[in-house]
């Protein structure tokens, strides 16, 4: 998915952090993501008070959204580098389509997984078979050692799920509760989807050398005993043994867990970017514009723009933020 702000900021990001309170609370802004009735999306990462947790560095939470009232998902061709974006549905389906020539569906349950390295565009548009569209995009950092390999995808359904005591899992990536994803990482990460019954309680073991994150889709509900309302993300430094989640509705209740070792590399993120330095950022930027080979060429959209513009850059450059 493409950040389509208009004037995105630049983020200079330290890695790592030694945050060592108790959960702290995200929340999300608002954001529009384009379409032709610009759909709207509540956006938790990156922000001020944190730009990452583990290798995590952006997360988009969207819908349940009526189709024919938002114009679905409609996003052009679009570049990336050194990062992987990660699309995860609850409802309706998106064709993704790349400049390697893959064209793939998501579907809720399933993974789509997109290593951009030194560089790659692609398109994601709602299909006609979508009424309802429901899901959350995020994004992984690279490390520096990996950010400049060559682009690959992979598409992952099937993937490990069971019932724990009044809730189930659904483990994306990582290991959980005794399942392991099958799906590579570059950096040790956890994702995870858990759906909890009406009030239902569920300690979690979790690695104690990671930070964690629990983004609500339905909700609310308590982490650690901090009430996390729909769309915030609830954070848990390195040092917790378990992640403690309860219910607090007569409803079922869904959240993302995402968890990682700690990033200690510091990045710059702007628009579609993930680099090192902001001569990195501007030369991405002008290879963008000038349709050069680096980030290749997706066949098959059919949309208008048939690509979307890198937007204008930052007046200024920022310094690296300060751990939290």
Same mark, same amino acid.
């Given at each position: 998915?493409?950040?389509?702000?208009?004037? =995105?900021? /630049? *983020?200079?990001?330290?890695?790592? %952090?030694?945050?060592?309170?108790?959960? +702290? #609370?995200? &929340?999300?802004?608002?954001?529009?993501?384009?379409?032709?009735?610009?759909?709207?999306?509540?956006?938790?990462?990156?922000?001020?008070?944190?730009?990452?947790?583990?290798?995590?560095?952006?997360?988009?939470?969207?819908?349940?959204?009526?189709?024919?009232?938002?114009?679905?998902?409609?996003?052009?061709?679009?570049?990336?580098?050194?990062?992987?974006?990660?699309?995860?549905?609850?409802?309706?389906?998106?064709?993704?389509?790349?400049?390697?020539?893959?064209?793939?569906?998501?579907? =809720?349950? /399933? *993974?789509?997984?997109?290593?951009? %390295?030194?560089?790659?565009?692609?398109? +994601? #548009?709602? &299909?006609?078979?979508?009424?309802?569209?429901?899901?959350?995009?995020?994004?992984?950092?690279?490390?520096?050692?990996?950010?400049?390999?060559?682009?690959?995808?992979?598409?992952?359904?099937?993937?490990?799920?069971?019932?724990?005591?009044?809730?189930?899992?659904?483990?994306?990536?990582?290991?959980?509760?005794?399942?392991?994803?099958?799906?590579?990482?570059?950096?040790?990460?956890?994702?995870?989807?858990?759906?909890?019954?009406?009030?239902?309680?569920?300690?979690?073991?979790?690695? =104690?050398?990671?930070?964690?994150?629990?983004?609500?889709?339905?909700?609310?509900?308590?982490?650690?005993?901090?009430?996390?309302?729909?769309?915030?993300?609830?954070?848990?430094?390195?040092?917790?043994?378990?992640?403690?989640?309860?219910?607090?509705?007569?409803?079922?209740?869904?959240?993302?867990?995402?968890?990682?070792?700690?990033?200690?590399?510091?990045?710059?993120?702007?628009?579609?970017?993930?680099?090192?330095?902001?001569?990195?950022?501007?030369?991405?930027?002008?290879?963008?514009?000038?349709?050069?080979?680096?980030?290749?060429?997706?066949?098959?959209?059919?949309?208008?723009?048939?690509?979307?513009?890198?937007?204008?850059?930052?007046?200024?450059?920022?310094?690296?933020?300060?751990?939290?």
């Amino acid at each position: 998915m493409s950040n389509l702000e208009a004037a =995105p900021a /630049e *983020l200079a990001c330290r890695g790592g %952090g030694p945050y060592t309170g108790g959960v +702290e #609370v995200l &929340t999300a802004r608002d954001v529009p993501l384009g379409g032709p009735r610009a759909m709207p999306v509540r956006r938790t990462l990156p922000q001020r008070q944190r730009s990452l947790i583990g290798a995590w560095c952006f997360a988009d939470h969207y819908g349940p959204d009526d189709v024919a009232a938002t114009g679905g998902m409609v996003v052009a061709p679009h570049p990336h580098t050194g990062l992987q974006t990660v699309s995860w549905l609850f409802a309706g389906e998106i064709e993704h389509r790349d400049s390697l020539g893959t064209r793939a569906l998501v579907r =809720p349950g /399933e *993974l789509n997984l997109m290593t951009s %390295g030194h560089g790659i565009a692609h398109s +994601e #548009v709602s &299909t006609d078979a979508t009424t309802v569209l429901h899901g959350v995009q995020l994004w992984v950092a690279l490390p520096d050692s990996d950010r400049h390999s060559a682009p690959a995808f992979g598409h992952y359904a099937g993937l490990p799920a069971a019932d724990l005591d009044g809730a189930t899992a659904r483990v994306f990536l990582g290991k959980l509760a005794g399942l392991e994803s099958p799906v590579p990482t570059y950096t040790p990460l956890l994702g995870a989807e858990i759906v909890l019954a009406a009030h239902a309680r569920l300690s979690l073991p979790v690695e =104690p050398s990671h930070e964690h994150g629990v983004l609500v889709d339905a909700g609310p509900v308590s982490l650690s005993g901090t009430r996390l309302e729909r769309s915030e993300l609830g954070y848990l430094p390195p040092g917790s043994v378990t992640a403690e989640l309860a219910n607090l509705t007569g409803d079922p209740a869904r959240v993302l867990l995402l968890g990682g070792a700690p990033f200690t590399e510091d990045i710059v993120m702007w628009w579609n970017f993930v680099g090192r330095s902001h001569e990195e950022i501007v030369a991405f930027r002008e290879t963008w514009e000038a349709e050069l080979d680096q980030f290749g060429r997706v066949e098959g959209y059919q949309g208008t723009p048939r690509r979307i513009p890198a937007p204008p850059l930052p007046n200024a450059r920022l310094k690296p933020r300060s751990r939290p």
